[in-house]
């Protein structure tokens, strides 16, 4: 297959250049940013470091996000517990729940951004 892997992900917002400051301030994400290990940073990428992705259409009736969201973003983090005091300082609501954590698939909280859209922080567990 020549597909290497996701090139970007593009979503409607009511205020772009707000999102954009959000999600490059309090996540690292979007252009000029640069993951640890990925490399020089540029103006119009988001420098990430490889690893696993899952791509998964879900049930026009799923209630893991919103019903009236579209998508819900994913992240995967290096330190889940470091990133969530970070938010926390910052004042944005987390949400927690054991029951969604396990040794086979890692750690998870949520977030949402400023527009409401979904954002789940997912540790990996340590290989």
């Known amino acids: 297959m020549p597909v290497l892997g996701v ?7 009511q205020d772009p250049d707000a999102l954009t400051v959000w999600y490059r ?11 640890d290990g990925g490399g020089p940073p540029d103006e119009w990428s988001w420098q990430v470091t490889g690893g696993p992705l899952v791509f998964a259409p879900f049930g026009s009736t799923t209630d893991y ?15 889940l517990d470091d990133l969530l005091v970070h938010l926390s300082d910052a004042g944005v609501a987390i949400i927690e729940d054991p029951e969604w954590n396990s040794p086979e698939t890692g750690r998870f909280a949520r977030v949402h ?3 409401g859209n979904a954002i789940e922080l997912w540790e990996p567990p340590a290989s």
């Open 25 to 35: 301030d309090l996540l690292g994400v979007g252009a000029g940013c640069v993951a």
């Open 65 to 79: 996000w919103a019903s009236d969201k579209q998508f819900m973003i994913n992240l995967r983090v290096s330190d």
């Open 7 to 13: 090139g970007g992900i593009f979503f409607r917002a």
């Open 113 to 115: 951004d400023p527009e």
